[in-house]
Each structure stands twice: as structure tokens, then as C-alpha cells.
């Protein structure tokens, strides 16, 4: 059986360009239960600006600029963060624009991503034509609907694994690690420097007490306790881990205990909630025939916090070590592949992958599992996006569309300086994850750079 479908056909960088019917005959095995439909064109307000914003390529900005509207905060230091805000998310916005057009017409026709099109449209629509806020009382309304776009995209990475798993035929492993290193890559910038100005317009508003002292700034908090971090995370996924798998492995913390240091801090918990959920699926996976005690998951916490020098800046370093079997040799150079899974379609326990290979536990690890796609109750931070959406759905699954470790490796390395995340295997016996982290105090090494 076969299907013929219709769409606009715009073409790679095509805004500008006159817009065509394109039929296309599918077979029921391409359409599946979805109705494919090219992404609606955008309107011609729409077009003008990003044929504008075509010119306009972003540049790394420095993230002590994106900080520094909160460092003495004022009325005229919001104004002026909003104003930034407005001159570079619209750029980062058109760019997602462009690379969606570009790709193949099979893949942008998926209702998953054409659905991601036509909001990445919108959002730069509605921010291209803001105007730039005077006052405070403009800035509050420019702050809400910030807050309302953010939210609106708070689904993007598992819209993008689920899209992207659904036409893996028709898109190299290359171009699509490709594409997505890059719009996630954006879309942490973005996100930073929204969520940034929406902080500071926050705190002035509810300015502290006199006398009082703080340690957020803005979006970084300078006092990130590791352990704090882990514990939380720790206590998600272990009942995660109960609810999907029947058991859980304890927690063993060690090492400077006491540490801090300045970091983002949904960032860390992101890193920290996908490898832990690996090592607890991998240990009570490696032992479900043993009938003694799960053994634990130790995390070691190691400051590195050295005075930094212009050639050496700080790190934290955090080790995670479980006995869960490790990685099969055959399998490590997949282990950061996007979409290297072992969960089947219903997000359960898989002894084989799609091809036929068995991945091991870490090989299916992503935000909440396949039904983390849909309305996150949490939505607004990268954590709350893990447990909105896993509590809603029952704590959803331990496994799902195999992005969880490519994600974590992105967001650890993300402010570079050497920053970044191993994983070394014993096989057959366990593995150990190595998360080195730069402290964001601006100095030691070259600027960070978003």
C-alpha cells in the first residue's frame, strides 16, 4: 500500500523563494500511523525578517557578558539584559530555522519535527518582532512571554529523538549527529542567555532582604554543592529504578563532600541524572540472578579547585563506579551514538537493539523515557523536565531513545577548557564514568564562551 502526500516544498535556505506543491508517494511502512505533512510556510512578515536575520550569523558571546547583567543589579542593568536578549536569540533562532529547512524532504515531513519547525517559526517570529523594551513595566511583559517560549520548547530534545528515531532510514548516523550536536549545542545558548535575563528580572522584583546575603547569580550558582546535586539525583532515580525495575541499588558518597564551586546547576543535574540512571540499570540488570545484596553505586567527588592560572582554570571532578557488567567491547564506539538504544517501542528491558546487537544497559538512557514526549509539568529547566515528565507517566521508564550519555558528554564539555565526560569499562565486571567540570568563576584559562 502506498500513499501520496503533498507538501511545500521550500528547499535548503529557501526563504525568499517561491513555494510548490510536491507530491510523494510513501509505502505504509514510511507513513506508519502518522500523517506526514511538510511544516506550514511561514507568513510573509515572517519571511522578510529571517531573509534578514540570513545576514546576521551569531557569534559566541562571552558568558560573563550574559552573567554580567546580574552583577549590580538595576533597573537599567534588566532593561539592558533585555535588550541583549532580544539582539541574540532571534539570530540563534533563524540559524535553527535554516538547518531545519535543509534537511531531506522525507525527514522534514516527520510530524514530529515538522511539529519543531513550525515552533522554532514562531518563536523567532514573536522575538524578531518584539520591541525593545524602555522600562521595567515593558520588561515585565517581555519577561513573561520569554517565560511562555521557553516552556514552549521545553520538549524539544525528545520531540527531536523520537523524530529522528522514526526516519533514521532516510538520514545518515553522520549528518544526524551532525545536526543535532548542533541545534542542541544552540539551544543550550539560547536557553542560557533567556533564562539568564529571566532570573535577574525575577530577583529585581523580589529584591533580598537587607543585609541578606545570596549565592545565585543568575543562572549560575556559585556555591554548587556536588553532593546536594547527587543526593537529589540519586533519590529520583532510585525510585525510577523501583518503580521500572523492581529494585535499586544504594548510594555510596565519598570524597570532598564539602566542595562547591560555581556551575549551572540544572546543567549538573542532567549529567548527573543520566549516568546514574545507566549505572543503576546496569547493576541491578548484571545481578537480577544473584540472590545476595545489589552492590552499591559509589560516587567519588574530587575538588580541584587549584588557584587558576591564565593557563589552567579550576575543575570538579566526579567519578561514578558501578559493578554492572561494563560494555561490551564490540559496543563502545557506540556508546555516544545518538540513538543507540536496547529499549524497545514501549520503553521496557530489551536484551537486543534494533540491530540485533546487544547494546547493554547503556546504550537506552534518555529524559523520562519515550513518554517523556507530551506536556511536561515541569517544564522551564532541564531537570524539571526529567521529573514533570517522569512522575507524571507513572516515573516513566529507565530506558528510551538513547540520548541520555551523547546529551550528558555535550552538557559536560559544553564550557570547554578541557571540561568533558569519559566512561572506561571493565567488561564484565562494571564501569566508571569521569565527569570533569570548569568552575565558571572567570578565571584560569580562556574565557567561556556560549
Known amino acids: 500500500m502506498s500513499t501520496v502526500l503533498r507538501r511545500r516544498s521550500i528547499g535548503p535556505m529557501a526563504h525568499g523563494r517561491h513555494f510548490q506543491t510536491v507530491s510523494v508517494r510513501l509505502s505504509s511502512t514510511a507513513t506508519g500511523s502518522y500523517n506526514r505533512r511538510t511544516p506550514l510556510p511561514p507568513s510573509a512578515e515572517t519571511l522578510s525578517l529571517l531573509q534578514t536575520y540570513e545576514n546576521l550569523t551569531p557569534q559566541p558571546v562571552p558568558l560573563q557578558t550574559v552573567l554580567s547583567f546580574g552583577e549590580q543589579l538595576s533597573p537599567e542593568s534588566v532593561v539592558a539584559s533585555a535588550h541583549f536578549t532580544l539582539s541574540e536569540i532571534p539570530k540563534r533562532l533563524a540559524q535553527r530555522v535554516r538547518s531545519l529547512d ?172 543520566e549516568v546514574l540512571k545507566n549505572s543503576y540499570r546496569a547493576t541491578v540488570e548484571h545481578h537480577h540472578d544473584n540472590p545476595g545484596p545489589l552492590p552499591p553505586v559509589v560516587v567519588t567527588i574530587a575538588s580541584s579547585l587549584l588557584p587558576p592560572s591564565p593557563q589552567r582554570p579550576a575543575y570538579m571532578s566526579i567519578r561514578i563506579r558501578d559493578q554492572g557488567g561494563g560494555v561490551s567491547p564490540a559496543n563502545m564506539k557506540k556508546i555516544f551514538s545518538y540513538a543507540f538504544t536496547t529499549a524497545d517501542s514501549k520503553g521496557a528491558l530489551s536484551p537486543t537493539g534494533d540491530d540485533g546487537l546487544d547494546g547493554g544497559p547503556y546504550a537506552a538512557q534518555h529524559v523520562g523515557g519515550i513518554a517523556a514526549i507530551g506536556d511536561a509539568s515541569g517544564a522551564g529547566s532541564l531537570f524539571g523536565e526529567i521529573t514533570g515528565k517522569g512522575l507524571q507517566t507513572g516515573l516513566g521508564s529507565i530506558a528510551g531513545l538513547g540520548y541520555g550519555l551523547p546529551l550528558a558528554r555535550l552538557y559536560a564539555s559544553y564550557f570547554g577548557g578541557g571540561s568533558g565526560l569519559e566512561l572506561v569499562s571493565l567488561y564484565r565486571f562494571g564501569t566508571d564514568v569521569f565527569i570533569k567540570l570548569r568552575a565558571l568563576d572567570m578565571k584560569g584559562g580562556d574565557e567561556v564562551m556560549i
Open 102 to 273: 535543509c534537511l531531506p524532504f522525507i525527514v522534514g515531513t516527520n510530524p514530529f519535527i515538522a511539529r519543531l519547525h513550525e515552533l522554532y517559526q514562531r518563536s523567532f517570529s514573536a522575538l524578531a518582532k518584539y520591541p525593545a523594551p524602555r522600562t521595567i513595566e515593558e520588561n515585565r511583559a517581555f519577561t513573561h512571554r520569554l517565560e511562555s517560549l521557553v516552556d514552549a520548547h521545553s520538549d524539544d530534545i525528545p520531540v527531536l529523538a523520537k523524530g529522528f528515531r522514526e526516519s533514521a532510514r532516510y538520514i545518515t548516523p553522520a549528518a544526524t549527529s551532525a545536526f543535532l550536536d548542533e541545534i542542541i549545542r544552540s539551544r543550550i545558548a539560547v536557553r542560557l542567555i533567556a533564562e539568564q535575563h529571566i532570573a535577574v528580572s525575577h530577583a529585581l522584583r523580589a529584591p533580598q532582604e537587607e543585609g541578606a546575603t545570596t549565592r545565585e547569580f543568575g543562572i549560575v550558582n556559585k556555591k554548587t554543592s556536588p553532593k546536594e546535586m547527587i543526593t537529589m539525583c540519586a533519590r529520583f532515580v532510585s525510585e525510577l529504578s523501583d518503580a521500572t525495575l523492581g529494585t535499586s541499588p544504594r548510594l555510596v558518597l565519598e570524597g570532598d563532600l564539602d566542595a562547591t564551586f560555581p556551575y549551572v546547576p540544572v546543567h549538573l543535574e542532567y549529567i548527573l541524572t
